[in-house]
């Protein structure tokens, strides 16, 4: 098997053009800007799928939680038997910490800088195999793109998108892997394989690395000769031979194709969900060159025709960056290569959820994890060609003319101007996750139509509501309450954990009003009922007091305290 020469003809001659300290700044840069979510709460599915799911508390039975078929009378509050790795960390989290957030979230920060870590070696070998030589600083800034992104935060910051950091893991370092097969020898391609069946049972969205392989192999290992890579066929064969096994794995055990754990696809059919596509994409590609309007949970219509003017606009963008890829592979030179990989790299990458196929979400941040490291390639090389400078050069301060030290010293100011803007939406965003409310109000502000976030924001205010309660902060809890009706105006709990607080506080006829109002809502609520009648009874109201009472009971025929205050009220 012949072998490539990747090692560097140059020695890195600044400071931070070292690999240890390119490789130190990544760690630095990430722990700073997500230290800040160390103490965030669990959130969301977090609730589900770790705080009250069963199955990651008990690791003696390990091997029946992981894997199973779900069968007819599956609930959402256990283990997704489809993504066996990322529940096995969630066990192990729970065995060393229970349920202490901070665990939580050092593991996966600690993922993010591996992540970060590995896409910096990537990019570097990639510029070898374009230029035949490079330093560090070019993958060190790509690698520093994608550990400051605000996008990302969505993964980092939020326990249960652990899945999309692991599957990256393993995606990233499987490639790694297989190139290092026609270096060093075919020990490596045993790992790589390995590497590959990891993540997709981490998350799915890795059945593309085959796809990735072909396309690094044709452009990079084997310079557009496509001789090359039929010759190395059965080193890719092994890949699709596992995504069929894989899928035929989760049609007939867990007895879906789609996600385990999905619910319904709404109101998204094949065809709906294909045609928003392009114009998610288009979003997409907005939040990665300008990340503002990101949001927790996205909330998108579905086009009524293709010919809406956003998909059309969208549709003719998504054309040109096709057309362009076109170009890019018919020009063949090395910074095309780079162009070209990049492109498809995020279209591969991506498919999986922008497609003919839908999911319940039309538009997701997480998505972008994995993707996003092609358009933060394209970024760093647009960067440098500005500069007229290859991604294989050195950015030398001295011993070269003035204009040429000035060029550079700005070239490293702008990235580092740039990633420090990035840094500062990060440490902005992960704030949010502090506090679920405000997360949920973003939402709401973004999209007024969007039924999860108001459900979700409401139900956090009741429940800071009831937390004050029973610290006797009755005035905060009172606002908290009314916060909340204002989202969902007709829950009947709600009301009636207002109308407790009214009473706390001697405001009977208020009290009076919001247990009223939780009955009209709900007619069955035998507390608001008991708790009516006993307002009744302090205002004398005997026989109002008599039938709240009654009603009380017959509701409950358990209901202690209700049948108590009947018999005080005969006595």
């Given at each position: 098997?012949?072998?490539?020469?990747?090692?560097?003809?140059?020695?890195?001659?600044?400071?931070f053009?070292?690999?240890?300290?390119?490789?130190?700044?990544?760690?630095?840069?990430?722990?700073?800007?997500?230290?800040?979510?160390l103490?965030?709460?669990?959130?969301?599915?977090?609730e589900?799928?770790?705080?009250?799911?069963?199955?990651?508390?008990?690791?003696?039975?390990?091997?029946t939680?992981?894997?199973?078929?779900?069968?007819?009378?599956?609930?959402?509050?256990?283990?997704?038997?489809?993504?066996?790795?990322?529940?096995?960390?969630?066990?192990?989290?729970?065995?060393?910490?229970?349920?202490?957030?901070?665990?939580?979230?050092?593991?996966?920060?600690?993922?993010?800088?591996?992540?970060?870590?590995?896409?910096?070696?990537?990019?570097?070998?990639?510029?070898?195999?374009?230029?035949?030589?490079?330093?560090?600083?070019?993958?060190?800034?790509?690698?520093?793109?994608?550990?400051?992104?605000?996008?990302?935060?969505?993964?980092?910051?939020?326990?249960?998108?652990?899945?999309?950091?692991?599957?990256?893991?393993?995606?990233?370092?499987?490639?790694?892997?297989?190139?290092?097969?026609?270096?060093?020898?075919?020990?490596?391609?045993?790992?790589?394989?390995?590497?590959f069946?990891?993540?997709?049972?981490?998350?799915?969205?890795?059945?593309?690395?085959?796809?990735?392989?072909?396309?690094?192999?044709?452009?990079?290992?084997?310079?557009f000769?496509?001789?090359?890579?039929?010759?190395?066929?059965?080193?890719?064969?092994?890949?699709?031979?596992?995504?069929?096994?894989?899928?035929?794995?989760?049609?007939?055990?867990?007895?879906?194709?789609?996600?385990?754990?999905?619910?319904?696809?709404?109101?998204?059919?094949?065809y709906?969900?294909?045609?928003?596509?392009?114009?998610?994409?288009?979003?997409?590609?907005?939040?990665?060159?300008?990340?503002?309007?990101?949001?927790?949970?996205?909330?998108?219509?579905?086009?009524?025709?293709?010919?809406?003017?956003?998909?059309?606009?969208?549709?003719?963008?998504?054309l040109?960056?096709?057309?362009?890829?076109?170009?890019f592979?018919?020009r063949?030179?090395?910074?095309?290569?780079?162009?070209?990989?990049?492109?498809?790299?995020?279209?591969?990458?991506?498919?999986?959820?922008?497609?003919?196929?839908?999911t319940?979400?039309?538009?997701?941040?997480?998505?972008?994890?994995?993707?996003?490291?092609?358009?933060?390639?394209?970024?760093?090389?647009?960067?440098?060609?500005?500069?007229?400078?290859?991604?294989?050069?050195?950015?030398?301060?001295?011993?070269?003319?003035?204009?040429?030290?000035?060029?550079?010293?700005?070239?490293i100011?702008?990235?580092?101007?740039?990633?420090?803007?990035?840094?500062?939406?990060?440490?902005?965003?992960?704030?949010?996750?502090?506090?679920?409310?405000?997360?949920?109000?973003?939402?709401?502000?973004?999209?007024?139509?969007?039924?999860?976030?108001?459900?979700?924001?409401?139900?956090?205010?009741?429940?800071?509501?009831?937390?004050?309660?029973?610290?006797?902060?009755?005035?905060?809890a009172?606002?908290?309450?009314?916060?909340?009706?204002?989202?969902?105006?007709?829950?009947?709990?709600?009301?009636?954990n207002?109308?407790?607080?009214?009473?706390?506080?001697?405001?009977?006829?208020?009290?009076?009003?919001?247990?009223?109002r939780?009955?009209?809502?709900?007619?069955?609520?035998?507390?608001?009922?008991?708790?009516?009648?006993?307002?009744?009874?302090?205002?004398?109201?005997?026989?109002?007091?008599?039938?709240?009472?009654?009603?009380a009971?017959?509701?409950?025929?358990?209901?202690?305290?209700?049948?108590?205050?009947?018999?005080i009220?005969?006595?």
């Amino acid at each position: 098997m012949s072998k490539f020469n990747t090692k560097t003809t140059e020695k890195p001659k600044t400071f931070f053009e070292k690999k240890w300290v390119a490789i130190g700044l990544i760690i630095l840069v990430s722990a700073i800007i997500y230290s800040s979510s160390l103490n965030a709460p669990f959130i969301f599915d977090d609730e589900a799928k770790i705080v009250n799911n069963p199955d990651i508390k008990e690791i003696k039975n390990i091997k029946t939680k992981l894997i199973y078929p779900q069968g007819e009378h599956k609930t959402f509050e256990r283990n997704d038997p489809s993504r066996p790795v990322t529940y096995l960390t969630f066990t192990l989290n729970y065995y060393f910490g229970k349920l202490n957030i901070i665990g939580y979230h050092l593991v996966n920060i600690f993922l993010h800088v591996c992540v970060s870590i590995l896409i910096f070696f990537l990019t570097r070998k990639i510029i070898v195999y374009t230029y035949g030589k490079c330093t560090n600083i070019f993958p060190f800034f790509v690698a520093l793109f994608f550990a400051s992104h605000p996008i990302n935060t969505i993964v980092v910051s939020y326990v249960f998108n652990r899945s999309g950091e692991l599957a990256a893991f393993f995606y990233i370092l499987s490639l790694l892997l297989f190139t290092k097969t026609f270096e060093k020898g075919k020990k490596f391609y045993v790992f790589s394989l390995l590497c590959f069946i990891l993540g997709i049972f981490s998350k799915q969205d890795a059945i593309t690395l085959p796809a990735i392989l072909l396309i690094f192999d044709y452009i990079f290992l084997s310079n557009f000769e496509l001789a090359k890579v039929i010759k190395k066929k059965y080193y890719h064969l092994s890949y699709w031979v596992i995504i069929v096994i894989f899928l035929l794995f989760r049609y007939f055990y867990l007895g879906t194709i789609g996600d385990a754990d999905a619910g319904g696809t709404l109101f998204w059919n094949h065809y709906t969900y294909f045609v928003i596509q392009p114009y998610v994409i288009l979003r997409y590609l907005k939040f990665l060159f300008i990340p503002k309007g990101l949001c927790f949970d996205h909330y998108l219509n579905p086009a009524e025709s293709i010919f809406e003017f956003k998909i059309m606009i969208s549709v003719l963008f998504v054309l040109l960056i096709l057309v362009a890829t076109w170009l890019f592979y018919r020009r063949k030179t090395n910074i095309s290569k780079i162009f070209l990989f990049s492109i498809l790299w995020f279209f591969i990458t991506i498919s999986p959820t922008s497609s003919f196929f839908p999911t319940t979400t039309a538009m997701a941040e997480n998505r972008l994890y994995l993707p996003g490291y092609g358009f933060y390639f394209i970024i760093v090389s647009v960067y440098f060609l500005i500069f007229r400078v290859n991604p294989d050069r050195q950015l030398e301060l001295s011993g070269i003319s003035t204009h040429k030290r000035l060029l550079n010293s700005f070239l490293i100011f702008l990235l580092g101007v740039h990633i420090i803007v990035l840094c500062i939406a990060t440490v902005k965003r992960n704030r949010l996750y502090q506090n679920p409310a405000l997360l949920w109000e973003e939402v709401i502000s973004m999209y007024p139509s969007n039924y999860r976030a108001t459900q979700n924001a409401s139900n956090l205010y009741n429940e800071l509501g009831n937390s004050l309660r029973g610290r006797g902060e009755y005035i905060r809890a009172v606002q908290e309450y009314q916060k909340a009706l204002e989202l969902k105006p007709d829950s009947a709990e709600i009301h009636y954990n207002l109308g407790l607080a009214y009473y706390e506080q001697r405001i009977f006829d208020r009290a009076i009003q919001e247990f009223k109002r939780t009955i009209e809502i709900n007619p069955n609520h035998s507390e608001a009922h008991n708790n009516l009648g006993t307002l009744y009874f302090n205002r004398g109201e005997y026989d109002n007091t008599f039938q709240e009472y009654q009603k009380a009971v017959k509701i409950n025929p358990d209901y202690a305290q209700a049948h108590n205050n009947l018999g005080i009220l005969y006595y």
